[in-house]
Antibody, heavy 117, light 111 residues
Framework: QVQLVESGGGVVQPGRSLRLSCAAS????????IHWVRQAPGKGLEWVAV????????YYADSAKGRFTISRDNSKNTIDLLMSILRPDDTAVYYC??????????WGQGTLVTVSS | QSVLTQPPSASGTPGQRVTISCSGS????????VNWYQQVPGTAPKLLIY???QRPSGVPDRFSGSKSGTSASLAISGLQSEDEADYYC????????????FGGGTKLTVL
């Protein structure tokens, strides 16, 4: 069965960095783009970034441009989101989401990032 | 402020039919397909509708989607108590907004 498992969340001080990871299984990883979507406490969903199936194309939300970097390791079936210069408004649950023809069909359980001093 | 506009709330009684709207523009809904998600608080979103009106396996046919121009709608017929949740629309966007944009979400209450 398709599984996406996020890890790496936690409490981090403003201005610091944090790396999130998403481990994928149960499908042919190299066939799918992967997205990161976040949700601040009590707020709606916000798309963050996407990486193409081969890692060649990457796109970011304006809120992430210049601070976040998405990458993938197709030999390990993992996707990373390196977040730098973190701000309190980056506090959210971060989900990895499988793309493809039925984009959004599979989501991870999410990992909570809290940016606070 | 979200790129796609949804009403913040909707309600209905059991058995009733409820619709939730999602308004966008020519760069997103007007030129791309729409997905709808259901989210029970504390859980990950669940895909209800993709490509405007397609249902993934396992989603009851009580849920249906449609699109016209730069707007889309989600309809829930035979409303049940377990349908109480937050609902989000999403679409690809061809402008600098994108490439993916979400609506602000609609909280559905079953009275």
């Amino acid at each position: 069965q398709v599984q996406l498992v996020e890890s790496g969340g936690g409490v981090v001080q403003p201005g610091r960095s944090l790396r999130l990871s998403c481990a994928a299984s149960g499908f042919t990883f190299t066939n799918y783009a992967i997205h990161w979507v976040r949700q601040a406490p009590g707020k709606g969903l916000e798309w963050v970034a996407v990486i193409s199936y081969n890692g060649f194309n990457k796109y970011y939300a304006d809120s992430a441009k210049g601070r976040f970097t998405i990458s993938r390791d197709n030999s390990k079936n993992t996707i990373d989101l390196l977040m730098s210069i973190l701000r309190p408004d980056d506090t959210a649950v971060y989900y990895c989401v499988r793309g493809g023809a039925v984009a959004g069909r599979y989501w991870g359980q999410g990992t909570l990032v809290t940016v606070s001093s | 402020q979200s790129v796609l506009t949804q009403p913040p709330s909707a309600s209905g009684t059991p058995g009733q039919r409820v619709t939730i709207s999602c308004s966008g523009s020519s760069s997103n809904i007007g030129s791309n397909t729409v997905n709808w998600y259901q989210q029970v608080p504390g859980t990950a979103p669940k895909l209800l509708i993709y490509r405007n009106h397609q249902r993934p396996s396992g989603v009851p046919d009580r849920f249906s989607g449609s699109k016209s121009g730069t707007s889309a709608s989600l309809a829930i017929s035979g409303l049940q108590s377990e349908d109480e949740a937050d609902y989000y629309c999403a679409a690809w966007d061809d402008s600098l907004n994108g490439p993916v944009v979400f609506g602000g979400g609609t909280k559905l209450t079953v009275l």
